[in-house]
């Protein structure tokens, strides 16, 4: 099941933020969410080795850090694409990726400071 800033994000082409019945951001769904971070990050476990460098040179990543097998590299930008073509380019799968960036959810806590309550009707 879909929630309500899923539904928005997808439906709608300018959103409000409305917090104590004044409005405290109108944009796009993506100008919402660009005001709390622009950073992403792409998580995936490579299925051969796989030297940092190649991706730490790359001028859209701004960390590459390990934990475990996993890879989790942080940057902006056309991140997703960037990582993905240096591992085609050196024939290294990407088990598991998962590209991950802020959200309306998000959006709406940075700016309002609180959590939106989802069971509100």
Excluded: W, Y
Excluded at 44 to 57: E, N, Q
């Amino acid at each position: 099941m879909l929630d309500r800033f899923t539904i928005a994000e997808r439906l709608c082409d300018r959103l409000a933020i409305i917090d104590g019945g004044k409005i405290v951001a109108l944009d796009t769904p993506t100008g919402l969410v660009a005001h709390v971070d622009t950073e992403q990050k792409v998580r995936f476990r490579p299925a051969s080795a796989l030297d940092d460098t190649l991706l730490t040179v790359l001028p859209e990543v701004t960390s590459v850090e390990r934990h475990g097998r996993q890879v989790v590299v942080t940057g902006t930008g056309n991140l997703v694409h960037a990582v993905t073509s240096v591992l085609v380019q050196h024939q290294i799968v990407a088990m598991d990726l998962r590209a991950e960036q802020a959200s309306l959810d998000d959006a709406f806590i940075a700016l309002t400071g609180r959590r939106f309550d989802h069971s509100a009707q």
